[in-house]
C-alpha cells in the first residue's frame, strides 16, 4: 500500500528565507513517480514538480529544488528565497505503476511566508 | 483550455438530501479521478475513469456515492442521503493516458451537510 508522510504540520519562516519540506514515502512498487503540488488559499492544487523513481538525479526550478534519495525514502523540497505568495499547504504525493495513476497525498505542509 | 473545471463551487446541504457534482475535465484527457479532502489532511483518492469506464473504487465510495462518465467527458459524482461525516472539499483531476502523466485538478466543490 501507498503511503506518504509530511512530518511538519506548519512552517513560519520569514521572506527571503529558504524553507524545506521533507517527506517520506512508502511503497512496494519498484517504478512510481513522486510529486509536490501547492494549494494556496483559493484552494485549487497546483502541480510543481514531479521524480520517477529511476531518476535520483536533483534539480533545481527556478526557486523550487528536490532532494530525492531512495535509500531512505525521501524526496524533499526547497523553496529558495522564500516571498509571500509562497505561503500555501504543500503536498507531497505518490503515484505507482500498478495503481491506475491514483494519487496517495500527504497531510500537507502550511508554509507561511512572513514579510 | 481552461482546465479542469468542477460545480458548484459550494453546495450546503442538509442531512438526507441527495447531491450532484460536476466535472468537466481537459478535454483531450482520457483520464478523470475523483478525490475527497476533510479539513488539514490531504485529498484521499475516491474513484477514477478511464473514458467511461470506471475501472476503480476506493473502499472510502460508500454505497451512497455513485460516480458516472457517461460519454467519456464530463463526469458526476452522486450522494445519496448525505451525512454530516460528508462534509468536505471534492476535487476532480484529470490526465492524459500513462501512469506517469500529471493529473490536472480542478477548483472543487466544497461540501456541507447541515
Known amino acids: 500500500a501507498q503511503k506518504v508522510t509530511q512530518a511538519q504540520t506548519e512552517i513560519s519562516v520569514v521572506e527571503k528565507e529558504d524553507v524545506t519540506l521533507d517527506c517520506v514515502y512508502e511503497?512496494?512498487?519498484?517504478?512510481?513517480?513522486l510529486f509536490w503540488y501547492k494549494q494556496p488559499p483559493s484552494g485549487e492544487l497546483v502541480f510543481l514538480i514531479r521524480r520517477n523513481s529511476f531518476d535520483e538525479q536533483n534539480e533545481i526550478s527556478g526557486r523550487y529544488s528536490w532532494n530525492f534519495q531512495k535509500s531512505t525514502s525521501s524526496f524533499n523540497f526547497t523553496i529558495t528565497a522564500s516571498q509571500v505568495v509562497d505561503s500555501a499547504v504543500y503536498f507531497c504525493?505518490?503515484?505507482?505503476?500498478?495503481?491506475?495513476?491514483?494519487?496517495?497525498f500527504g497531510k500537507g505542509n502550511q508554509v507561511v511566508v512572513i514579510p | 483550455d481552461t482546465g479542469v473545471s468542477q460545480n458548484p463551487r459550494h453546495k450546503i446541504t442538509k442531512r438526507g438530501q441527495n447531491v450532484t457534482f460536476r466535472c468537466d475535465p481537459i478535454?483531450?484527457?482520457?483520464?478523470l479521478y475523483w478525490y475527497r479532502q476533510t479539513l488539514g489532511q490531504g485529498p484521499e483518492f475516491l474513484t477514477y475513469?478511464?473514458?467511461?469506464?470506471?475501472?476503480?473504487k476506493s473502499r472510502l465510495l460508500s454505497d451512497r456515492f455513485s460516480a458516472e462518465r457517461p460519454k467519456g467527458s464530463f463526469s458526476t459524482l452522486e450522494i445519496q442521503r448525505t451525512e454530516q461525516g460528508d462534509s468536505a472539499m471534492y476535487l476532480c483531476?484529470?490526465?492524459?493516458?500513462?501512469?506517469?502523466?500529471?493529473?490536472?485538478f480542478g477548483p472543487g466543490t466544497r461540501l456541507t451537510v447541515l
Open positions: 504525493a505518490l503515484s505507482e505503476a500498478q495503481g491506475n495513476n491514483r494519487l496517495a
Open positions: 483531476a484529470s490526465s492524459e493516458e500513462g501512469w506517469d502523466n500529471e493529473q490536472f
Open positions: 475513469f478511464q473514458n467511461e469506464a470506471q475501472l476503480e
Open positions: 511503497t512496494r512498487d519498484t517504478t512510481y513517480y
Open positions: 478535454s483531450e484527457h482520457n483520464r
